[in-house]
């Protein structure tokens, strides 16, 4: 949540500070600010409401400058308000962004009012920046800066510049991202690489406890030892983003959800790529060590958070079926926070988009504080955080993915864990070869069969209409496509703000059958499966009550139209993938029910992308 970025350069670095907030904006945020370092020292301009309305006012101020930082903020602590907006400022000196939360801020906000420091907002950052100026009083800005991050608790990552240092800046983390980018005399700071891709593709990603002190001809990092100290100075390694600006732009669709949607195909494709071209589901896909720690497991545990633990609940069921391995499925946010059984030969799986989301990192920590060493990351983004902290990694390759609703990175997600299960039941002996092919066919045929659901969005569109004016609405699944049900309700209440809940079909009967009227739309994910029969039998429960029903059926369900129920037919039933099929058309109707509704689609109201706090 909320986006930094900063630059250091012997140019007017404003328009890349807002270009770079510019391409932050899908993390979600509801204000933006920048500040600026010139003759006339700290030059700040914040503003509710989207960067382009802080754009015009830095145009308006005629706002220059070397060295700047920028943020948008998506509000914890105050309301959204230009005073709680970032940049913070103390006593004209100092300059902070801040991403993440202080946990022990009012206990420093008592301390430094005791110390003279009045406070203008009611965020925990300005406790940053009042901290930061009391220490540079008598030490320079890298040592009061390390001197603060000692004395706060929480997570942070955080940009820091000063009227007295006005030739570089200071940046730090601890449990939120943050990367560096190298330029040809000028370098940056951000907490996502789309923000400095126009500047340069040279990054380094920031440790957990790293400060790094950044000026015009390179940049010098401290490791952990940093807070508090002189710190030691470390190498961190130098990545080459392979991330294109091509995929940051809309292109022909009117938005980013719609673009990723459509860009399926090719992103399931490519993340099977390396499976298909080798003919065989092999260990070393998940690291060069996965063989002998496959060897070590007798269960699986995967930990997730929002629409990831959807694709766990969806990858129990392949683990148990076809690797015959016990599987639990805990929420992230939840897991950290109870007394479980440790089992140190159980496989810790963590899925993330981002690789940063801070409750799932946090349960990975807690999981080998237990001693259950045995990690496995899936992962959209090279290089973050989480997959640096585990022992294997599968990567999906989604692409840059913008919206806050995910689609593309679901979809990958699902490739990779039903990878995981066939990859597992072929060590473990339970696969024959005629059913590895059969499973290999399955993959390499699931672009096209995802190409055909999405030529059905204009019956889909057709449907959404009689969304748009719905208060409500159920999602009804059984066996493995209850979690699509999930994922298809959780889509239509993030972007269209109809409140929609879902339910395993057999459980109707048990308490959710009492909402069921003609203002409730039903939507029933019914495959060609061998649970299609009892799903059919729950459609008659709802039709019974006068409930309006849209189906979601295969080429061969044979359901027949009629008043109160409509169908539409997906490709031919594709067996164990079907899952990833009905994937599709699920989040199409989410889409143009939004769209109908006037929803910002891309930027839903209190959403963010990348969550890095509790």
């Given at each position: 949540?909320?986006?930094?970025?900063?630059?250091?350069?012997s140019?007017?670095?404003?328009?890349?500070?807002?270009?770079?907030?510019?391409r932050?904006e899908?993390?979600g945020?509801?204000s933006?600010?920048?500040?600026?370092?010139?003759?006339n020292?700290i030059?700040?301009?914040r503003?509710?409401?989207?960067?382009?309305?802080?754009?015009?006012?830095?145009?308006?101020?005629?706002?220059?400058?070397?060295?700047?930082?920028?943020?948008?903020?998506?509000?914890?602590?105050?309301?959204?308000?230009?005073?709680?907006?970032?940049?913070?400022v103390?006593?004209g000196?100092?300059?902070?962004?801040?991403n993440?939360i202080?946990?022990?801020h009012?206990?420093?906000?008592?301390?430094?009012?005791?110390?003279g420091?009045?406070?203008?907002?009611?965020?925990d950052?300005?406790?940053?920046?009042?901290?930061?100026?009391?220490?540079?009083?008598?030490?320079?800005?890298?040592a009061?800066?390390?001197?603060?991050?000692?004395?706060?608790?929480?997570?942070?990552?955080i940009?820091?510049?000063?009227?007295?240092?006005?030739?570089?800046?200071?940046?730090?983390?601890?449990?939120?991202?943050?990367?560096?980018?190298?330029?040809?005399?000028?370098?940056?700071?951000?907490?996502?690489?789309?923000?400095?891709?126009?500047?340069?593709?040279?990054?380094?990603?920031?440790?957990?406890?790293?400060?790094?002190?950044i000026?015009?001809?390179?940049?010098?990092?401290?490791?952990?030892?940093?807070?508090?100290?002189?710190?030691?100075?470390?190498?961190r390694?130098?990545?080459?983003?392979?991330?294109?600006l091509?995929?940051?732009?809309?292109?022909?669709?009117a938005?980013?959800?719609?673009?990723?949607i459509?860009?399926?195909?090719?992103?399931?494709?490519?993340?099977?790529?390396?499976?298909?071209?080798?003919?065989?589901?092999?260990?070393?896909?998940?690291?060069?060590?996965?063989?002998?720690?496959?060897?070590?497991i007798?269960?699986?545990?995967i930990?997730?958070?929002?629409?990831?633990?959807?694709?766990?609940?969806?990858?129990?069921?392949?683990?148990?079926?076809?690797?015959?391995l016990?599987?639990?499925?805990?929420?992230?946010?939840?897991?950290?926070?109870?007394?479980?059984?440790?089992?140190?030969?159980q496989?810790?799986?963590?899925?993330?988009?981002?690789?940063?989301?801070?409750?799932?990192?946090?349960?990975?920590?807690?999981?080998?504080?237990?001693?259950?060493?045995?990690?496995?990351?899936?992962?959209?983004?090279?290089?973050?955080?989480?997959?640096?902290a585990?022992?294997?990694?599968?990567?999906?390759?989604?692409?840059?993915?913008?919206?806050?609703a995910?689609?593309?990175?679901?979809?990958?997600?699902l490739?990779?864990?039903?990878?995981?299960?066939?990859?597992?039941?072929?060590?473990?002996?339970?696969?024959s070869?005629a059913?590895?092919?059969?499973?290999?066919?399955?993959?390499?045929?699931?672009?096209?069969s995802?190409q055909?659901?999405?030529?059905?969005?204009?019956?889909?569109?057709?449907?959404?209409?009689?969304?748009?004016?719905?208060?409500?609405?159920?999602?009804?699944g059984r066996?493995?496509?209850?979690?699509?049900?999930?994922?298809?309700?959780?889509?239509?209440?993030?972007?269209?703000?109809?409140?929609?809940?879902?339910?395993p079909?057999?459980?109707?009967?048990?308490?959710?059958?009492a909402?069921?009227?003609?203002?409730?739309?039903?939507v029933?994910?019914?495959?060609?499966?061998?649970?299609?029969?009892?799903?059919?039998?729950?459609?008659?429960?709802?039709?019974?009550?006068?409930?309006?029903?849209?189906?979601?059926?295969?080429a061969?369900?044979?359901?027949?139209e009629?008043?109160?129920?409509?169908?539409?037919?997906?490709?031919?039933?594709?067996?164990?993938?079907?899952?990833?099929?009905?994937?599709?058309?699920?989040?199409?109707?989410?889409?143009?029910a939004?769209?109908?509704k006037?929803?910002d689609?891309?930027?839903?109201?209190?959403?963010?992308?990348?969550?890095?706090?509790?």
């Amino acid at each position: 949540m909320c986006g930094i970025v900063g630059a250091v350069a012997s140019r007017n670095v404003v328009s890349t500070l807002i270009e770079g907030l510019s391409r932050l904006e899908y993390r979600g945020y509801d204000s933006a600010g920048v500040a600026i370092l010139n003759s006339n020292g700290i030059e700040r301009v914040r503003a509710v409401g989207r960067v382009a309305a802080m754009q015009e006012k830095v145009i308006d101020a005629n706002l220059t400058g070397m060295v700047g930082i920028g943020h948008t903020r998506w509000a914890t602590h105050g309301g959204v308000t230009e005073s709680n907006a970032h940049p913070h400022v103390s006593k004209g000196e100092i300059a902070v962004v801040h991403n993440g939360i202080i946990e022990n801020h009012d206990e420093q906000r008592d301390r430094l009012k005791k110390l003279g420091y009045e406070f203008t907002s009611q965020t925990d950052t300005e406790v940053i920046a009042h901290l930061i100026h009391y220490y540079h009083q008598d030490l320079n800005l890298l040592a009061a800066t390390q001197k603060a991050m000692a004395e706060l608790t929480g997570a942070f990552a955080i940009g820091v510049v000063s009227v007295k240092e006005p030739e570089h800046m200071i940046t730090a983390r601890l449990g939120c991202p943050l990367l560096l980018g190298l330029g040809e005399g000028e370098n940056f700071i951000a907490s996502d690489v789309s923000a400095v891709l126009s500047v340069t593709r040279k990054v380094i990603y920031l440790e957990d406890g790293d400060v790094a002190d950044i000026r015009r001809d390179g940049v010098i990092i401290y490791g952990r030892d940093g807070f508090g100290n002189d710190g030691v100075e470390v190498t961190r390694k130098i990545h080459m983003s392979d991330v294109s600006l091509a995929s940051l732009e809309l292109g022909p669709y009117a938005h980013f959800m719609q673009k990723e949607i459509h860009e399926q195909p090719r992103a399931l494709t490519d993340t099977i790529e390396a499976l298909i071209d080798d003919n065989k589901f092999s260990s070393e896909l998940f690291g060069k060590a996965a063989g002998e720690v496959f060897s070590k497991i007798d269960s699986v545990l995967i930990l997730a958070a929002g629409t990831s633990y959807y694709a766990a609940l969806t990858a129990k069921y392949w683990l148990e079926s076809i690797a015959k391995l016990p599987c639990n499925v805990e929420i992230a946010s939840e897991y950290r926070y109870r007394q479980s059984v440790p089992n140190p030969k159980q496989l810790i799986v963590t899925i993330s988009q981002s690789g940063e989301t801070l409750d799932t990192m946090e349960a990975l920590k807690h999981a080998k504080s237990l001693g259950q060493h045995l990690t496995l990351a899936i992962c959209n983004v090279q290089e973050s955080a989480i997959p640096r902290a585990s022992q294997l990694v599968f990567y999906t390759r989604a692409g840059a993915e913008i919206g806050v609703a995910s689609t593309k990175a679901f979809t990958t997600q699902l490739v990779a864990l039903f990878t995981l299960a066939a990859t597992l039941a072929k060590h473990r002996g339970l696969l024959s070869i005629a059913q590895e092919q059969e499973h290999l066919t399955a993959l390499r045929q699931l672009a096209g069969s995802v190409q055909f659901a999405l030529n059905l969005e204009p019956q889909i569109r057709e449907w959404a209409k009689r969304f748009a004016d719905k208060e409500h609405a159920l999602f009804l699944g059984r066996g493995v496509h209850y979690p699509i049900a999930l994922e298809g309700a959780l889509k239509l209440k993030e972007i269209s703000y109809i409140h929609a809940e879902a339910y395993p079909a057999g459980e109707l009967k048990h308490g959710p059958l009492a909402l069921v009227d003609n203002n409730m739309p039903v939507v029933v994910i019914a495959p060609n499966d061998a649970l299609l029969e009892k799903v059919k039998s729950n459609m008659q429960e709802v039709k019974a009550r006068g409930g309006e029903l849209f189906v979601f059926a295969d080429a061969d369900s044979h359901f027949t139209e009629s008043e109160g129920v409509h169908v539409i037919r997906t490709p031919r039933h594709v067996g164990v993938l079907s899952p990833i099929l009905h994937t599709i058309p699920v989040q199409m109707l989410a889409y143009h029910a939004a769209l109908l509704k006037g929803t910002d689609v891309d930027k839903p109201r209190n959403l963010a992308k990348s969550v890095t706090v509790e």
